[in-house]
């Protein structure tokens, strides 16, 4: 018997092309595992996915070996293949159910920016993921956390916030969960947690733009990664220029 190495742990899921992978991704998957007190993160490297293109992407096992070459001795993040393995579109509502028959004792926690809440109506069957893992929900660009419930109000009705600090207005709350009152009374279980980190202002495109016209991208993404994209220069500008 294969034995689950999440079983009975709680797992952020984080997904993205990591087009390369960075150490704003890194940094990112360190501080929601520290504040959310997460066992691991997993990482969902995206395959087909169902919004963007696929132009200037570089190969999936590419992209793999990047993060390989950059979480040496980082033994809490693993990275997972799994949209490789499912036909068509990479729709998360999917990965996230393949996910859980593989690793059924976990407790999933699905990491997202909150401007991809936002979008949340536009994703398949986007509403009812918070029926397969907790939502996490970060902070980015002054969002706050009374940005973040008027966002879910107009998806779910019923809702209720409760910040962290009860002391403090909404609008200042660094963590707040969010209910809905259709759940048992009192509600036992978020389906959703808003949090406001620290974030590194890096992006892959600048990174990839910076790459190309051979600036030094040293202190952006690790030194293994860099040697990897510089020993394939070839194949990465054919995808990269």
């Known amino acids: 018997m294969v034995t689950d190495k999440f079983a ?33 993160i997993d990482l969902l ?16 096992e590419m992209r793999v ?5 950059s979480l040496q001795h980082i033994d809490f993040i693993h990275i997972n293949q799994i949209e490789k393995e499912i036909q068509g579109k990479s729709y998360t509502d999917i990965i996230l159910t393949e996910w859980k028959k593989s690793h059924p004792l976990a407790a999933p926690y ?20 918070h029926e397969i893992t907790r939502l996490i929900v970060v902070a980015r660009h002054g969002k ?15 809702c209720i916030i ?3 600090n009860a002391s403090l207005p909404l609008h ?11 759940q048992k009374n009192p509600p036992q279980q978020p389906v959703c947690t808003f949090i406001d980190i ?25 030194d293994g990664a860099i040697r990897f994209l510089d020993e394939n220069k070839e194949i990465v500008k054919k995808y990269w220029a």
């Not at 990591?18 to 504040?35: Q, S, V």
């Not at 395959?47 to 696929?54: A, F, G, L, Y």
């Not at 706050?144 to 019923?158: H, L, P, V």
Request: positive net charge.
């Open 110 to 129: 699905f990491l997202m920016g909150i401007e991809d809440f936002s979008a949340l109506p536009t994703w398949h069957n986007g509403l009812k993921l």
């Open 45 to 60: 490297v995206s395959h087909n996915h169902p919004h963007k293109s696929k132009e200037g992407l570089l190969p999936f």
């Open 8 to 40: 009975n742990k709680k797992i952020g899921i984080m997904g993205g092309a990591f087009n390369p992978f960075h150490i704003g991704h890194l940094r990112h998957a360190i501080e929601i595992a520290e504040e959310l007190n997460l066992d691991a």
């Open 198 to 222: 620290p974030t590194l202002n890096i992006d892959a495109t600048t990174i990839r733009k910076l790459w190309c016209s051979r600036h030094n991208i040293s202190g952006l993404v690790h």
């Open 144 to 158: 706050t956390a009374r940005d973040f419930f008027e966002i879910a109000k107009t998806y779910w009705n019923n």
């Open 162 to 164: 409760k910040g962290e």
């Open 65 to 69: 070996q990047c993060i390989e070459k």
């Open 172 to 182: 200042a709350q660094k963590k707040a969960q969010l209910y809905l009152s259709e």
